[in-house]
């Protein structure tokens, strides 16, 4: 095995699950409070994973694919299937198997492979298909912000493969549609902002239906039908054909010319400029894997997708207008993006969106759009941001930080009988094609067992929820198989243009959990529990009315407690939690008082931000949002990891905190004196060089690891940017605390009660009788 598979907890198969063990039965299952769950990332890369170049060997009544867990017979050619017990019988080219010759599929170590779909050598091999990036730019900003976003989006067009096709539209008060392949003289087809337009309609005011009385002079109608996107390479060109066109086009754009009374926002009609760009994609050949990367820089306040109105007066919606019904656009905004995922969806292309403006520009509306069609979403304060300026390229880059942006990807899965599938919460939509192991509760996207991910990346991460089914066991005690299986099969396209077919196999074991708790507790994987709960908690907030996020979680907790902890009844100091279990009240006190369950000081565009990328990330990237790591400097010793509490405050050491969403340089006030008197620039104090320049050198690690890349926070201590790392620390000493604060050290100003209090409360909950 490689050195990665030594630190990297999710193996070759990408997959981790709450509970290692599971339960024989529902009511064994809701009794283990944390539901049964797995958090998959089904294009992740890793070295050991084997390249076959033929067809997969799929059961011929239950569709799973041959995999190490079958039980073979070599005499009789024959495999087992685990999930349905089929009997099934080797095709001819697999005739030569034997137990010292057995297809990689088999091997034990390969429970992940992946397919390449091989050609047949008589019909020539078809191109790989090019991918399209159809950009869309808002123009109603101020000279300096267009400056900036034309100059990157200058950038990436350099960036981008030779081969990819590429389109441009902009918008303001009307949308401007530009004929790129018309390179004589600019020509633009324009579109009034105001109101809602059709698919039909866009192709057909652009000349891209397919109807047949509307044939184009010198095509034979035959040929019309045959080729209906003969005419959208007027629209969308080879990168290397186009840019000279476009950086002419985009040196002469100007920003909306449309007068702008005063007391009045500017008039931009963002919902009409995407119905656009996804009318205009529709015209692409069935199969095409599409972006619609959209960058847009105010609130839509014309037509439909419309978030606020043109009248200054009016503020945008907030989280208390939310509560109270009293967001205006709201649904009507939501329902039209809902209608437009559909759209992409059937048509299989994405929606990635940049938005950087200081005020909000719907975000929470898009949240259906970007979240159904795998879309990538950045939220920064302005073009020049490094947030937008670093992300933005990200997405183009090739190296060894590229993103692995695949399209049209396909997830279908397989499990034991006795399991059934409630739901995905994550970047992916529910194709409806249900099954019998399709549960009756639906958590997020359910009611099927195959998904559609118009865009996925080599970090996309979905969480699937799993439930029992409740019927008695059929089998007597002793007969039934101590193994469960599941399989998740998923298709795609790769960065390349190529299709591959990844196919996963895990097994577990099935537990009686009333005689064996302790191999339940030992398979408790307590990072993703307080993933899925903070997922869950997520989708519930937004989907039930007046749900108390924090009675929720904290009622679950002491429910967990009560349930796995070691205690006397009623004696709080004999409560102990076994190993497994250790770090997750300090999870949970830190996801109640994170950005996704207090949305109090955020606004509604920024939660549903911080939300979509909780549910898109992978395991290790989503336990540092909720619970952020912090590393100390000192003259004493190595960097070392400190506890994220106010007592790590020191005036004479450097703190670096990773919040996932920003990362914090914090030094200490003697350290700030020191700098400010400039020591480090003095040869005999190299040490303190060095000392000042470790943290930037790691948080620069971190930065060109993440996407989007986090915000870089440089501060002192007592100086008002220190309010990023205060935030984020357990409050162990606040203003009224009775006890000295050591020299140097901090308070915090806040009644929230610290960890330390938190856990004291629940062990006399937990072992109440």
Same mark, same amino acid.
């Given at each position: 095995?490689?050195?990665?598979?030594?630190?990297?907890?999710?193996?070759?198969?990408?997959?981790?699950?709450?509970?290692?063990?599971?339960?024989?039965?529902?009511?064994?299952?809701?009794?283990?409070?944390?539901?049964?769950?797995? *958090?998959?990332?089904?294009?992740?890369?890793?070295?050991?994973?084997?390249?076959?170049?033929?067809?997969?060997?799929?059961?011929?009544?239950?569709?799973?694919?041959?995999?190490?867990?079958?039980?073979?017979?070599?005499?009789?050619?024959?495999?087992?299937?685990?999930?349905?017990?089929?009997?099934?019988?080797?095709?001819?080219?697999?005739?030569?198997?034997?137990?010292?010759?057995?297809?990689?599929?088999?091997?034990?170590?390969?429970?992940?492979?992946?397919?390449?779909?091989?050609?047949?050598?008589?019909?020539?091999?078809?191109?790989?298909? /090019?991918?399209?990036?159809?950009?869309?730019?808002?123009?109603?900003?101020?000279?300096?912000?267009?400056?900036?976003?034309?100059?990157?989006?200058?950038?990436?067009?350099?960036?981008?493969?030779?081969?990819?096709?590429?389109?441009?539209?902009?918008?303001?008060?009307?949308?401007?549609?530009?004929?790129?392949?018309?390179?004589?003289?600019?020509?633009?087809?324009?579109?009034?902002?105001?109101?809602?337009?059709? $698919?039909?309609?866009?192709?057909?005011?652009?000349?891209?239906?397919?109807?047949?009385?509307?044939?184009?002079?010198?095509?034979? $109608?035959?040929?019309?039908?045959?080729?209906?996107? /003969?005419?959208?390479?007027?629209?969308?060109?080879?990168?290397?054909?186009?840019?000279?066109?476009?950086?002419?086009?985009?040196?002469?754009?100007?920003?909306?010319?449309?007068?702008?009374?005063?007391?009045?926002?500017?008039?931009?009609?963002?919902?009409?400029?995407?119905?656009?760009?996804?009318?205009?994609?529709?015209?692409?050949?069935?199969?095409?894997?599409?972006?619609?990367?959209?960058?847009?820089?105010?609130?839509?306040?014309?037509?439909?997708?419309?978030?606020?109105?043109?009248?200054?007066?009016?503020?945008?919606? +907030?989280?208390?207008?939310?509560?109270?019904? #009293?967001?205006?656009?709201?649904?009507?905004?939501?329902?039209?993006?809902?209608?437009?995922?559909?759209?992409?969806?059937?048509?299989?292309?994405?929606?990635?969106?940049? #938005?950087?403006?200081?005020?909000?520009?719907?975000?929470?509306?898009? $949240?259906?759009?970007?979240?159904?069609?795998?879309?990538?979403?950045?939220?920064?304060?302005?073009?020049?941001?490094?947030?937008?300026?670093?992300?933005?390229?990200?997405?183009?880059?090739?190296?060894?930080?590229?993103?692995?942006?695949?399209?049209?990807?396909?997830?279908?899965?397989?499990?034991?009988?006795?399991?059934?599938?409630?739901?995905?919460?994550?970047?992916?939509?529910?194709?409806?094609?249900?099954?019998?192991?399709?549960?009756?509760?639906?958590?997020?996207?359910?009611?099927?067992?195959?998904?559609?991910?118009?865009?996925?990346?080599?970090?996309?991460?979905?969480?699937?929820?799993?439930?029992?089914?409740?019927?008695?066991?059929?089998?007597?005690?002793?007969?039934?198989?101590?193994?469960?299986?599941?399989?998740?099969?998923?298709?795609?396209?790769?960065?390349?243009?190529?299709?591959?077919?990844?196919?996963?196999?895990?097994?577990?074991?099935?537990?009686?959990?009333?005689?064996?708790?302790?191999?339940?507790?030992?398979?408790?994987?307590?990072?993703?529990?307080?993933?899925?709960?903070?997922?869950?908690?997520?989708?519930?907030?937004?989907?039930?009315?007046?749900?108390?996020?924090?009675?929720?979680?904290?009622?679950?907790?002491?429910?967990?407690?009560?349930?796995?902890?070691?205690?006397?009844?009623?004696?709080?100091?004999?409560?102990?939690?076994?190993?497994?279990? +250790?770090?997750?009240?300090?999870?949970?006190?830190?996801?109640?008082?994170?950005?996704?369950?207090?949305?109090?000081?955020? /606004?509604?565009?920024?939660?549903?931000?911080?939300?979509?990328?909780?549910?898109?990330?992978?395991?290790?990237?989503?336990?540092?949002?909720?619970?952020?790591?912090?590393?100390?400097?000192?003259?004493?010793?190595?960097?070392?990891? *400190?506890?994220?509490?106010?007592?790590?405050?020191?005036?004479?050491?450097?703190?670096?905190?990773?919040?996932?969403?920003?990362?914090?340089?914090?030094?200490?006030?003697?350290?700030?004196?020191?700098?400010?008197?400039?020591?480090?620039?003095?040869?005999?104090?190299?040490?303190?060089?060095?000392?000042?320049?470790?943290?930037?050198?790691?948080?620069?690690?971190?930065?060109?690891?993440?996407?989007?890349?986090?915000?870089?926070?440089?501060?002192?201590?007592?100086? +008002?940017?220190?309010?990023?790392?205060?935030?984020?620390?357990?409050?162990?000493?606040?203003?009224?605390?009775?006890?000295?604060?050591?020299?140097?050290?901090?308070?915090?100003?806040?009644?929230?009660?610290?960890?330390?209090?938190?856990?004291?409360?629940?062990?006399?909950?937990?072992?109440?009788?």
């Amino acid at each position: 095995m490689s050195e990665m598979a030594a630190s990297d907890p999710e193996g070759i198969d990408g997959v981790r699950m709450t509970w290692n063990a599971w339960p024989r039965t529902k009511v064994e299952a809701s009794k283990c409070v944390i539901p049964l769950a797995a *958090a998959i990332s089904p294009i992740r890369p890793h070295p050991d994973i084997p390249t076959l170049p033929y067809l997969p060997l799929r059961c011929k009544t239950c569709a799973c694919v041959l995999n190490p867990y079958c039980r073979v017979d070599f005499t009789a050619k024959i495999w087992i299937c685990p999930f349905c017990f089929q009997r099934n019988h080797f095709p001819p080219h697999y005739s030569m198997i034997s137990e010292t010759n057995v297809p990689a599929e088999l091997y034990p170590q390969y429970t992940t492979v992946e397919y390449v779909v091989p050609e047949n050598p008589a019909v020539p091999a078809p191109p790989p298909l /090019s991918h399209v990036f159809l950009f869309v730019l808002d123009t109603c900003v101020i000279e300096e912000e267009l400056g900036f976003v034309k100059s990157a989006l200058k950038q990436a067009i350099g960036l981008l493969p030779e081969n990819a096709l590429v389109g441009f539209i902009s918008f303001g008060t009307q949308v401007q549609v530009h004929e790129l392949g018309f390179s004589d003289l600019t020509k633009v087809y324009v579109f009034r902002g105001s109101k809602e337009i059709s $698919k039909e309609q866009v192709l057909d005011q652009l000349g891209l239906s397919t109807a047949p009385q509307r044939a184009a002079p010198g095509y034979p $109608k035959a040929v019309q039908n045959v080729m209906p996107n /003969s005419g959208v390479n007027r629209f969308l060109l080879p990168a290397s054909e186009c840019e000279y066109t476009l950086d002419t086009l985009l040196d002469e754009l100007q920003t909306d010319q449309w007068p702008v009374q005063p007391g009045n926002r500017a008039l931009r009609c963002t919902g009409v400029a995407l119905s656009v760009a996804a009318g205009l994609l529709a015209a692409c050949s069935p199969g095409t894997g599409a972006r619609i990367v959209a960058m847009v820089g105010g609130p839509c306040t014309e037509g439909p997708g419309t978030i606020v109105s043109k009248d200054l007066s009016e503020p945008v919606r +907030s989280h208390k207008d939310l509560d109270k019904d #009293a967001a205006a656009h709201f649904h009507k905004a939501v329902k039209f993006y809902d209608g437009l995922a559909k759209q992409l969806v059937s048509q299989g292309h994405v929606l990635d969106l940049f #938005a950087s403006a200081l005020d909000q520009v719907g975000v929470a509306e898009m $949240k259906v759009v970007i979240e159904r069609t795998g879309g990538l979403v950045v939220l920064a304060e302005s073009f020049g941001h490094p947030v937008f300026k670093d992300s933005f390229k990200r997405i183009f880059d090739n190296g060894e930080e590229a993103l692995g942006l695949s399209f049209n990807g396909s997830l279908e899965i397989n499990c034991s009988k006795d399991i059934k599938i409630q739901g995905i919460i994550g970047p992916c939509t529910s194709l409806e094609k249900k099954g019998p192991s399709c549960a009756d509760t639906v958590i997020g996207q359910g009611n099927t067992t195959s998904w559609k991910m118009c865009g996925l990346d080599k970090r996309t991460c979905l969480t699937v929820f799993f439930d029992i089914s409740p019927s008695e066991r059929t089998n007597p005690p002793g007969v039934s198989n101590p193994q469960l299986y599941l399989q998740f099969l998923t298709n795609y396209q790769n960065p390349e243009g190529q299709a591959r077919f990844r196919v996963t196999t895990v097994t577990r074991r099935w537990v009686e959990s009333a005689a064996n708790a302790e191999e339940l507790v030992d398979g408790f994987d307590q990072e993703t529990a307080a993933v899925v709960i903070a997922r869950l908690t997520s989708l519930k907030m937004e989907m039930e009315e007046e749900f108390d996020a924090t009675r929720w979680l904290d009622r679950s907790l002491i429910r967990l407690c009560s349930r796995f902890g070691d205690y006397r009844k009623d004696d709080p100091a004999s409560f102990t939690l076994n190993p497994s279990f +250790s770090l997750f009240p300090q999870f949970m006190f830190n996801l109640r008082r994170s950005q996704f369950v207090q949305v109090f000081n955020n /606004s509604p565009d920024e939660t549903a931000y911080f939300r979509m990328l909780l549910n898109r990330e992978n395991i290790l990237n989503t336990v540092v949002m909720i619970q952020p790591s912090l590393i100390a400097y000192s003259f004493h010793s190595l960097p070392k990891p *400190a506890l994220l509490d106010v007592s790590s405050i020191s005036s004479e050491q450097i703190l670096l905190l990773d919040a996932y969403f920003s990362i914090v340089i914090f030094h200490g006030m003697t350290i700030a004196q020191w700098r400010n008197a400039g020591y480090q620039n003095q040869p005999e104090h190299q040490a303190f060089a060095q000392l000042l320049q470790a943290p930037r050198d790691d948080a620069q690690m971190i930065i060109r690891d993440r996407f989007p890349v986090p915000r870089l926070v440089v501060c002192d201590q007592h100086g +008002s940017q220190a309010r990023f790392l205060l935030a984020k620390l357990n409050p162990s000493a606040t203003y009224n605390s009775a006890h000295d604060v050591a020299p140097g050290s901090d308070v915090i100003f806040t009644d929230d009660v610290s960890l330390q209090v938190f856990i004291e409360h629940l062990q006399r909950l937990a072992v109440q009788s």
